[in-house]
């Protein structure tokens, strides 16, 4: 197993499907969107989202002024029931359980991953929940895992009080402050994000996102590029990310490895060793901290 400090963001998976999502405007309308990475260096958290493993994350979300305390939600990625196809045209059914646990300052996850060998068509349902479980034809075995939580986010600048919700920023020597996190070897991601509306004009049809990494030392001069496409007078919305993520992808036996086998073998091989039913399907797990703000852009004095 490989323990990495990780950035634990997805702009799709994380920050668009959190409670605060500032996308989630109840309309169909398909609008221009534009997304711009200005880090262009080497990242974790890259090489993770890149990856498209099955991941397992609890995270804090804060959204300043009205949420500073924060709150707890679990975001699940492509945990999807999968079917290998093996030589004889059989399939060998993976399906995953799990239960997440955060309280505040560990993060454990428990995992029951059953599997079968079936011969039914490749392209048929799986029928995990409704027949297996309860016909005893799945071997099932469970694994646990803990990790630190992340630090929760407090942002101290720029200030966001119920008596300036949404303050004016300039875009240029722009200063944000939080509470640092030295033990954060891989940095905070910051994204902006302008979805169209503005003090004065009507509101654009376009979604404007623009992500960079920081080092997590508790103070930045945010680069001018996070600015970019966004007019004078834009509504943004601001979020800071940071996280813990286990990689578990201990082993050497592969897909590949798997299909120079016969079914019989497999199914030998993984009910004498029920730890490789794991190197089958990696994941991921992890714990993650995001905080956020709005405020009004200002590129013209």
Known sequence: MK?????????????ACSPNDPNKNGSNTQR????????????????????????FISSISRKYPEDTIGHQYDRVLRAEDNAITLKDNSQLQIHDDYQLKNDGKSTELQLTRSWRLTNEEQNSPLQIRSKAMSSGDYHTSSFTYSIQSATPISIIRPVIDNCNPLPLCYYDNFIIEWNGDANNQNGIVVITEWNGVTISQPPHDISVANVDIIEDNGLAVL?????????????VNLWLIRGNLIDIDEGNLTLKDLLNFYPKEIEELLTDNPELILQLQPFMFGSGAISSLSFFLVKKL
Do not use: H, Q, R
Not at 227 to 235: G, R, S, Y
């Open 3 to 15: 323990t990495k400090l990780f950035i634990v963001l997805s702009l799709i998976g994380l920050v």
């Open 32 to 55: 221009d969107s534009k997304l711009n990475i200005i880090y262009k260096g080497e990242s974790s958290y890259i090489d993770w989202y890149f990856s498209g493993k099955e991941s």
């Open 223 to 235: 680069n001018t590029d996070l600015f970019k496409d966004m007019p004078d007078e834009a509504l």
